[in-house]
């Protein structure tokens, strides 16, 4: 292709460069006349389409070292010969499609091939004094070939398809690397850039950094408009000491709410972020975010302990549970595990008591109390409150309710949940409930062996109970028909809200009245009034013996009984007649009465004995009777027969006497 | 009150048959449970009270099962007291199961024994699936045979073991019809290839039972007429039978015919009353 004459004057117009006289023409075979100009070197190339270029000696002489190419439609490099001492090569704006011919230039020192069609980086390896190199907005692929350019200092590679970092490592004298606009997913490989203080990699796809601080001279780092959305992701920079600018703009993490304050704290080196200054304002601020972070961190890992401790302890209660209820087969090792945990039970016993205590140990502030949740953790049971839910695990925890609550937290409880304990256990705590939790008024039982409407009787001594929840699992009652009928009949004075978190309603008051009325009916009217003193005497003999146990007794409590004894006779009496012993204490009075059964049967039998011999002495006596009535009428007839003799006779009875 | 077969018992038996000792003995226990309580309006009062909720049948309402159990009229003022206050279950139409009757029992008396209320739903699911649902006149008829004459069901069970084993525990000599079955004792399988044993040797066999008993049985022309309408019964198709006739029930006396089951004005006017 020949060049015309026109083309090369525009060469004139372009700034940097030389005034061009040269020209360039395509050598060929064929040599045809020469275009123009004073110089012109025919070239035999064995290369059919490189044009060879040519330049004035004026020129040479005064741009001996420069040569701008720019624009000049150029499909290949020419070749370029007897510059040799050329250190500045511009082709920019060119449709160069590889890099060629360009080897014999060995002074060369900067090499512009900016806006090419360049598909991969080659041709270099022999200039070995280049140090800046400008490849950018080609359509390179790879970062190749670069293996002699050990001075390098500018490497420009922007808006190609570069898909990864390598083969730099040599580049120990690198200081600028700018890989904006390529294809880079992350960045690693960083290592032997030794040099390197400026690294763009703007408008690439880059989700995580590494190596970063492998970059001992590394000052600003360019990451705008990339994919980076965790610092964890960057969290090399923290390493780098000499980093001071840095830009995130344009990624996901820029729109986080933890943004500044977390590249700030982690960075303390930095100087300027996003193209901002860095004031002492903003790092003052960054660090205390981050130590409010670190505190909720550690926090919610202890949470994550503390919960992880109380699954294992209600696994640990349910196993004992389903051992207790003959589900599982009693292995042997369970016992020895239990036997070696025990021994570690004071220890985590006396850890978890202070930490649940606060009141005792006087120091910890409220809000934290507060928030600590698990209170007692050993392997055999749980107690826990959570607000206002106090949930008590394993039959062991029922020891809890002796401890000493603070008014605050005992009053905040407003539901109470039991699980793994049987129910008959829970009856005999009911009092030590009303009166160490008396806001309580929602009460949860699972796992807890509920098998007879009687035992509901016992709810009854309880203050006032809103809602109940008996869970299916582990309570039998739950399958009859007429349950929560009962419940609501015997409870009636709770004017209870929910069971089993269905709502009340009218309906069901007014059943349950129907189904059982007729049960408290019989129960108050038909009994005689001494079965009745003495069914209603035990209930408060107990209360009675429950209050004269507990220590300390606070006069408003003694009054509060009476109170409640009071209401008992008021209201529902009717129903009061049904009460709950617990099939142990029943049986033990059955007990007791046997002995009063034995000395009764031996007083009757005496009776007995004694009436029938008085009646057999009767009937003996009713046989024997005519006989002797007619032997003492015949005794008589004849002492009376003559009457003269009777008369002596009885006269001197008389005389006798005297 | 002075007829002539009254005295002609001597004392301990006519004692006994009257069940008067078990009633003195614990009208006392009670006494000697009840001190303090009693000694406030006396004791002659509480000997009242006593003898008089006996006749009422209140008398057993919440006591020990060994107690309920002593005497027939105990038995019976429990049916009856069972019936007044559950009937409105019944009445409801509620099916339930036999642990649901159960815990019902033991609202009126908390040691009741669960077997006695699982042999009273055999009688009523004919030994079949025992986690049906009853209806409560079903359940209650049932019970009654069960708990009043629960001795003499026993009884009855080992003879009507005997027979389907080919045993007949009356006597040596066999009518010549069945001479064949007495000497062999073929597997109980084979033994019915006609379910159950024959009517009128059953009938039989029950006379004599009900003559020996010391314990109540039913009235034994009553139990005749029970086995006279039929040629071959099993031991619980003869329970039911039992459970159902209307005669056996009216000579027991504690429950209402079957048609008046549900009624009981007295106390419905209570229930309006609440």
Known sequence: MKTTMSSLSAFGDSSIQTPSKSRIRQGCHSAGPNVSGDHIHLASSSMPSFPILQRSSEEKILYSDRLTLERQKLTVCPIIDGEEHLRLLNFQHNFITRIQNISNLQRLIFLDLYDNQIEEISGLSTLRSLRVLLLGKNRIKQISNLENLKSLDVLDLHGNQITKIENVSHLCDLRVLNLARNLLSHVDNLNGLDSLTELNLRHNQITFVRDVDNLPCLQRLFLSFNNISTFESVCCLADSSSLSDITFDGNPIAQESWYKHTILQNMMQLRQLDMKRVTEEERRMASVVAKKEEEKKRESHKQSLLKEKKRLTINNVARKWDLQQHRIPNIAPNQDRKVSDSSQDPSQLHGSTVSAFPEETGSLDSGLANALQGLSVTDTHLVEVDGDTLSLYGSGALESLDRNWSVQTAGMVTTVSFTFIEFDEIVQVLPKLKIKFPNSLHLKFKETNLVMLQQFNALAQLRRVDQLTIDPQGNPVVNFTLWKYYVLFRLSHFSMQKINGTEVTQNDMIMAERLFGILAHVASSELPQYRMISILGDARKKQFRYLLETKGKKPGLVNEENNDSKRLVGENTNRAMLNYTTRDVYNERLEEIKEKKKFCKMYMEDLVKEATEINMKNEALQKLWPQMFIELVRDAVIEIRNKNSYMKLCLQQITDQK | ?274
């Open chain 2, 1 to 274: 009150m002075l007829s002539p077969e009254r005295l002609a018992l001597p004392d301990y038996e006519y004692l006994a048959q009257r069940h008067v000792l078990t009633y003195m003995e614990d009208a006392v226990c009670q006494l000697l449970e009840n001190k303090e309580d009693i000694s406030q309006y006396g004791v002659a009062r509480f000997f009242t009270e006593y003898f008089n909720s006996v006749c009422q049948g209140t008398h057993i309402l919440f006591r020990e099962f060994s107690f309920i159990q002593a005497t027939p009229h105990n038995r019976a003022s429990f049916l009856r007291a069972f019936w007044k206050c559950f009937r409105t279950v019944g009445k409801n139409g509620d099916l339930l199961t036999m642990r649901e009757y159960h815990c019902l029992l033991q609202l009126l008396c908390p040691d009741f024994p669960l077997e006695l209320t699982q042999k009273a739903a055999r009688i009523v699911l004919m030994d079949d699936a025992m986690d049906c649902l009853m209806s409560f006149s079903d359940f209650l008829f049932a019970f009654q045979i069960q708990f009043y004459y629960s001795e003499f069901l026993e009884s009855v069970a080992a003879i009507y073991q005997d027979l389907l084993a080919g045993k007949n525990p009356n006597t040596v000599i066999v009518p010549t019809s069945s001479s064949g079955q007495h000497r062999q004792r073929p597997p109980l399988g084979e033994a019915s290839v006609l379910e159950g044993v024959e009517a009128s040797l059953f009938s039989q066999c029950l006379e004599n039972l009900c003559d020996r008993h010391k314990y109540s049985c039913p009235p034994p022309a009553l139990v005749k007429e029970v086995l006279s309408n039929v040629q071959r019964l099993t031991f619980y198709g003869f329970l039911v039978a039992l459970s159902k006739h209307h005669g056996i029930n009216q000579a027991l006396g504690a429950l209402p015919d079957k048609g008046d089951l549900m009624h009981d004005p007295a106390m419905d006017e209570e229930l309006e009353r609440l």
